[in-house]
């Protein structure tokens, strides 16, 4: 750790409420949000506004015979009935999915998932609205779905995308990465080799809010303003101007409060269109919101990945290469965002934290009659997969090799000195430094008192486990150069005023769900200008009020967003500081910055705060040369690489041989990402995360029967955890800036979900050690410990 970064932890370690930068500090939008205050779509009344409900398939695959709108039509207060074949007549019926795929609005020929969108209703209010739902009559003629991803690849499995001109099969893209060749050569050599079938079950991210949207068009001026639950109102309003073919200018798309989003709110859902085409069609404000039913159904399923992993290692440990095999469960419609050129996501880290002579992997993606799947749950694209692969193999590894697990991976840590490290995939670590991260979780978790009481509770016949997860993630997609979504470049805008009596206002591309947007990228301005934060505004999610930018997901907004903060920052201090010096009657080579002013090099009686500045700016009186007045600056920023925060997580479980419960009895978490801007925002961050871990790990999973029907439609049928299901969070850290950001700092909103899952499902392993288990299959339910512990292989999903 360098003196700066010292410095700044004896900043962070007091309670200040009101650092000036970084620090510890209160959010300011709680005082809203606590208070009842905040503003969610659903909040959003409009004179006139109508009401939207769905109506959706109830079988996952089937052709439409007819639609009869007529007695719905007939309702009460029911004022457009709207079926596929009226948005075909207007060009609507299909949408541009965030990965090049197209997606149904409506469904017209045929249905192709369980909730898919058949037609819609607009009434003048909700009730009346889903009570039209049940007068539509629609003739099903059902065929056979593909549920078993297994099979669809069977030459003789229904074709289910028949939309797509020339598509003989249910094949969406074949992927690879590596280098297959040689990695043959050193799995050849190898002493050791372990292989393991591992699963990612299909999971829900499950937000509190579930999604909707008000649109209201007016036709005179043709402008259309959405309020909608979206994590990337520019991204989408451009789409927007795509498919309806209304102007971009004459698009205002409005994120207010969102309460959660967790990758969910990153694709565009036929919901936010069919409100469009609802106020285009009846003139008037129409508002759509989900239920928790629809919500869990429909939209933004998460992982689905079936996935061969291999090891390679000497007989002394040294991990040499691994090799992988995937197929892909993406729905009906692949519907996930992904950088363009990265058809997998980020799934090419599955190389984790090791540093190791070969790898390789081949995906094959498959479509399916289930719901769009694949979004970045609390994951920058399909990281949270390949950690899970990587500290699952290299655990079950360490049981072959009958070596201690913190040991093995002590021994492979890639080094300080290797980074910048590019893996044998071709990404390119930033910084890290693993081996105190891993010590100080070791640490704090007293690693060897816990083995020795491990062997005590053994002998005794009592089942506890301890797993331990090393994670590398990419974040803070992404270089321009080489990353884009749906050939937008990955780049984040971001403007700052300062005001003449020095508050300001600061205006992000991205847009916060409750990750507290709001307070640190007021504290990143603080840092650079010494302005406190309460005079900061923070104005985000409205997409005529802020430049344009991809949004929120994959921990970007730091990364991306934060540096653009940063950098705004600067540049407003620079031509601050051509101010100061004509204020001060010095040249610009004499003054010091400290936080705040700039004072006479060797006369720190002489000096004029921000504030003076700013006033100056706007005032009265001639300027310097060259300055044109006012204090503000824009800026659109394009990272040069993505972050790589770490992290070490131990997870210690006991299990009831009786009953087969697991409990988790303590966690502890060690994360590195780099300069922290609010550690008690990240505090809450990796709070959140580990609970993820803990429901994905222990009793998440959205399973379907064999007719596709989907068998987690409501909270009571797919578990969430709550705060008894969780221990006492142990949390650490190390900061390891990063090299290319203008603070070094590094993304965290997603670290803890993808880091906590492997060190569960290990540590449950471990306990089941005396059974002579090396790998059981999410989510660890009882029954599913039950048949490991009896030896029964793991029913398949
Ligand atoms: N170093 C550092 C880093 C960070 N931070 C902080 O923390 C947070 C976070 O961040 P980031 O990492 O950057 O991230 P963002 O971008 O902002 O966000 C996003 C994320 O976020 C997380 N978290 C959260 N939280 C809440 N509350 N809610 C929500 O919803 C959520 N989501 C989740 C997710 S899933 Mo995706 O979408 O799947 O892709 S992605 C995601 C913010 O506030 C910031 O500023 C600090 O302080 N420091
Ligand atoms: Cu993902």
New binding site residues.
């Given amino acids: 750790m360098t003196d700066i970064q010292d410095k700044k932890l004896t900043e962070f370690d007091d309670n200040d409420q009101h650092p000036v930068g970084f620090g510890r500090m209160l959010r300011k939008e709680d005082a809203r949000l606590l208070r009842g205050r905040g503003r969610f779509v659903d909040d959003v009344q409009l004179p006139g506004m109508l009401h939207l409900a769905i109506l959706r398939s109830p079988f996952a695959h089937a052709n439409i015979v007819s639609i009869d709108t007529s007695a719905a039509e007939a309702s009460p207060g029911v004022k457009a009935v709207v079926t596929g074949e009226t948005l075909k007549g207007l060009g609507l019926a299909w949408m541009p999915t965030l990965s090049n795929d197209v997606q149904a609005v409506l469904a017209t020929d045929r249905v192709r998932f369980q909730g898919q969108e058949v037609a819609f209703v607009v009434a003048e209010d909700r009730y009346q609205a889903r009570d039209a739902l049940e007068l539509i009559d629609v003739e099903y003629d059902v065929l056979e779905p593909v549920v078993d991803v297994r099979k669809a690849l069977d030459p003789d499995a229904p074709v289910i995308r028949t939309d797509l001109e020339g598509k003989t099969d249910n094949h969406v893209f074949d992927w690879e990465t590596g280098d297959e060749e040689e990695t043959n050569r050193v799995f050849a050599s190898a002493d050791v080799i372990v292989k393991e079938d591992i699963v990612y079950p299909r999971v829900h991210?499950a937000?509190m809010e579930t999604c909707g949207s008000v649109a209201d068009f007016d036709p005179v001026e043709g402008r259309l303003r959405l309020w909608s639950t979206t994590?990337a109102p520019h991204a989408h309003r451009t789409l927007y101007a795509i498919v309806a073919g209304i102007p971009e200018h004459k698009i205002q798309v409005i994120a207010p409060d969102?309460g959660?989003?967790?990758?969910?709110?990153?694709p565009i859902y036929p919901g936010y269109v069919h409100s469009i085409v609802g106020s285009i069609v009846t003139g008037k404000p129409v508002k759509w919101m989900e239920d928790r039913s629809e919500n869990l159904i429909s939209t933004g399923f998460a992982r689905d990945y079936i996935m061969r992993a291999e090891i390679a290692a000497t007989a002394e440990g040294r991990i040499l290469a691994i090799r992988t095999n995937v197929l892909a469960d993406h729905g009906a419609f692949n519907g996930t965002a992904a950088p363009v050129k990265y058809p997998a996501g980020f799934f090419g880290v599955f190389t984790g934290s090791y540093d190791i002579q070969a790898a390789h992997c081949k995906m094959t993606a498959v479509y399916t009659n289930k719901a769009p799947g694949g979004?970045?749950?609390?994951?920058?694209?399909r990281i949270t997969e390949a950690v899970y692969l990587v500290e699952r193999i290299v655990d079950a590894l360490a049981y072959e090799l009958r070596m201690d697990p913190a040991e093995l991976r002590l021994k492979n840590f890639i080094q300080p000195e290797q980074f910048p490290y590019t893996t044998k995939t071709g990404w390119v670590y930033d910084s890290g430094n693993y081996e105190p991260t891993m010590r100080l979780a070791m640490e704090m978790a007293g690693y060897e008192e816990l083995r020795k009481e491990q062997e005590l509770k053994r002998a005794r016949g009592e089942l506890m486990g301890i797993g331990i997860s090393f994670f590398t993630e990419a974040?803070?997609a992404g270089p321009r150069k080489n990353m884009d979504i749906l050939g937008l470049g990955m780049a984040d805008g971001c403007e700052l005023r300062v005001h003449p009596t020095g508050k300001a206002v600061v205006r992000l591309s991205?847009k916060?769900?409750?990750?507290?947007?709001e307070?640190?990228?007021a504290?990143i301005i603080a840092e650079e200008l010494g302005i406190p934060p309460a005079d900061i505004d923070v104005l985000h999610g409205d997409t005529d009020n802020t430049p344009f930018g991809l949004g929120?997901?994959?921990?970007?907004?730091?990364?991306v967003s934060?540096a653009a903060a940063a950098l705004v920052a600067r540049k407003v201090r620079d031509k601050a500081k051509l101010i100061a010096s004509a204020m001060l009657e010095v040249s610009v080579a004499d003054l010091d910055w400290v936080k705040g002013a700039f004072q006479v090099k060797g006369d720190p009686g002489r000096s004029v705060t921000i504030q003076e500045i700013a006033f100056r700016a706007h005032g009265a009186g001639d300027l310097p040369d060259g300055v044109e007045g006012g204090l503000e600056a824009q800026i659109c920023y394009n990272p040069s690489n993505l972050t790589y925060p770490h992290g070490a997580y131990i997870c210690v479980v006991d299990i009831d041989p009786g009953t087969a419960e697991v409990k988790v009895r303590r966690f502890i978490a060690v994360d590195d990402?780099?300069?922290?801007?609010?550690?008690m925002?990240?505090e809450?961050?990796v709070h959140?995360?580990l609970t993820d871990g803990v429901g994905m790990a222990l009793m998440e999973m959205i399973s379907f029967d064999e007719d596709g029907n989907c068998l987690g439609a409501s909270l009571m049928d797919y578990l969430i955890p709550t705060a008894l299901e969780v221990p006492d969070w142990e949390t650490g850290y190390t900061v390891t800036p990063s090299p290319h950001h203008p603070i070094g700092?590094?993304?965290?909103?997603?670290s803890a979900?993808v880091g906590s899952p492997p060190a569960i499902v290990n540590a449950v392993v471990d306990a089941l050690k005396p059974f002579g288990i090396r790998h059981a299959d999410m989510p660890l339910t009882p029954s599913r410990v039950w048949d490991a512990m009896r030896g029964q292989a793991t029913p398949p999903i």
């Fill in positions: 991210p937000p994590q969102i959660g989003g967790f990758g969910n709110k990153v979004v970045a749950y609390a994951c920058s694209f974040v803070g991205v916060t769900q409750g990750q507290g947007h307070t640190t990228f504290q929120t997901y994959g921990s970007r907004s730091t990364p934060g990402c780099g300069t922290r801007i609010n550690p925002i990240i809450g961050q959140g995360g700092a590094k993304g965290i909103g997603e979900t």
